[in-house]
């Protein structure tokens, strides 16, 4: 049966997915479209239109050692999130 209305999603990559198959625009973070963007399997709608921010949150206990892994994790995920653009497309 036929979906008809917005198609929401909690995950870039379900929208991604949604835009690839011709099923309207999406907005997502650019490292998740980047590689489409340039192979022209999507292509940048609206440049100029300001998105809404989105937020990044990371939790873990503060009150016990923050392991290795997980720090290089955070500033890891700090390093892309922060560097990314969220595009629509």
Known sequence: MP???????????ALRSAALAGLGMAAAAEFIVRDDLRSGALVPV???YPMRPRELF???PQNRHLAPKVRAFVDFAA???VGSVTRAC
């Open 58 to 60: 990371v939790m873990y």
């Open 79 to 81: 390093a892309i999130y």
């Open 46 to 48: 609206l440049p100029d």
């Open 3 to 13: 979906v008809r209305g917005p198609l929401q999603a909690n995950t870039s990559v």
